[in-house]
C-alpha cells in the first residue's frame, strides 16, 4: 500500500506530464487547437467538458474577448489544477472564466467517479484495460443545459472517456440552437456502464439533424456537430461516411479478447509517455 507522500510524488509526476502533454511541443490535439480560431468564430460562450488541466480553455481564453467560458472537470486532482489555470488566465484575457468540479451528464445527482491518481484519465466508470486501480469519488453533477444562454452563441468541447451520450442527453436546449457546435470526443469503448455504443451516439446526434465532420486530417475520435446542413439525405451521406472508422474501433473493443486490447492499450501508452518525457 502506498503511503500518502508516494501517493503525493505520483500525482505531482502525473501532472508535470500531463502539462507537457497539453502545452509542451509535443502537444496532444495540435491540429484541433490550431483550427480554434475558425471554430470559435462568433462564439461567445465556451464549455470545455472534460476540461482536465483546461488545454482548450487556455488557447479558447487567447481567441475570445467578452465571452463567458466554462471549464467542467470530475477528476477531483485535476480540478485543484484546473482552478488556479482559470484564476491565472482570466486575468490574461478579456473573458469570464469559471472552474466547475462536477461530472457533466444527464441528472443533477451526485455520481461516483472513477480516478486513477496517474496520468491516465478516469471517468464514470472503470476502464480496466487502461488502468488497475481506480478510486472511486463522490462528484456533483451538472446538465449541460444550466449553462444554456439563448442569447449566446456556443461551442462545447466535450471529452469524457465514452460517456458522450449521457452528457449529451443532458443538452436539450443547446442540440435544437442553430447557433451551437459541439467537439466531441468519440472514444471506442462507449459507455459500458449503460451499454451505449458510438453507434448509438452517431444515431441520436443524426436524429437531432446535426451535420458531423473530421476536427482534423489525422485519424482521431475527435468530431464536429453542427447545423452546417439540414438536408437528411445529405446528412445520411456524411454519417455513412464517418461511421465505418468509429465501428471498427468499436467492433476491435468489443471483439478481441480483453487482455490483448490491455497489451496494446497499456504499450502505446508506454510508447507515448517516454516520447513526452524525452521532449
Known amino acids: ?4 507522500e508516494e501517493k503525493s510524488e505520483k500525482l505531482d509526476a502525473a501532472l508535470a506530464y500531463l502539462y507537457k502533454t ?3 511541443e509535443q502537444q496532444i490535439e495540435k491540429e ?4 480554434l480560431p475558425e471554430l470559435l468564430a462568433e462564439c461567445n460562450l465556451f464549455v470545455d467538458i472534460g476540461a482536465s488541466l483546461g488545454m482548450y480553455t487556455y488557447f479558447a481564453n487567447k481567441i475570445l ?11 477531483p486532482d485535476r480540478f485543484a489544477e484546473l482552478q488556479q489555470n ?16 462536477a461530472i457533466a451528464g444527464d441528472s443533477k445527482e451526485s455520481a461516483k467517479f472513477f480516478k486513477t491518481g496517474t496520468h491516465i484519465s478516469g471517468g464514470v466508470f472503470a476502464i480496466s484495460e487502461r488502468a488497475d486501480d481506480y478510486n472511486v469519488v ?9 449553462f444554456y444562454d439563448p442569447n449566446r452563441k456556443a461551442v462545447v468541447k466535450i471529452d469524457v472517456e465514452g460517456a458522450e451520450y449521457r452528457v449529451l442527453k443532458g443538452a436539450a436546449k443547446f442540440l435544437v440552437d442553430a447557433h451551437t457546435k459541439f467537439i466531441v470526443g468519440i472514444h471506442s469503448w462507449g459507455d459500458r456502464e449503460r451499454g451505449k455504443t458510438p ?17 482534423s486530417n489525422h485519424l482521431t475520435a475527435n468530431y464536429l456537430f453542427d447545423h452546417t446542413e439540414s438536408r437528411r439525405a445529405v446528412l445520411l451521406w456524411r454519417y455513412m461516411i464517418h461511421a465505418p472508422l468509429l465501428l471498427a ?12 486490447i490491455r497489451y496494446v492499450e497499456r504499450t502505446l501508452n508506454r510508447m507515448r509517455k517516454r516520447k513526452i518525457e524525452n521532449s
Open 65 to 75: 474577448s467578452g465571452a463567458r467560458i466554462y471549464a467542467i472537470e470530475a477528476d
Open 86 to 101: 482559470c484564476v491565472k488566465w482570466e486575468k490574461e484575457g478579456l473573458n469570464q472564466i469559471k472552474a466547475i468540479h
Open 249 to 260: 474501433r468499436q467492433l476491435y473493443r468489443g471483439l478481441l479478447p480483453r487482455p490483448i
Open 138 to 146: 463522490e462528484v456533483p453533477q451538472v446538465m449541460l443545459d444550466d
Open 22 to 24: 497539453y502545452f509542451g
Open 1 to 4: 500500500m502506498m503511503t500518502d
Open 32 to 35: 484541433e487547437i490550431g483550427r
Open 199 to 215: 453507434m448509438d451516439l452517431l444515431r441520436f446526434l443524426f436524429s437531432k439533424h446535426l451535420n458531423i465532420s473530421k476536427t
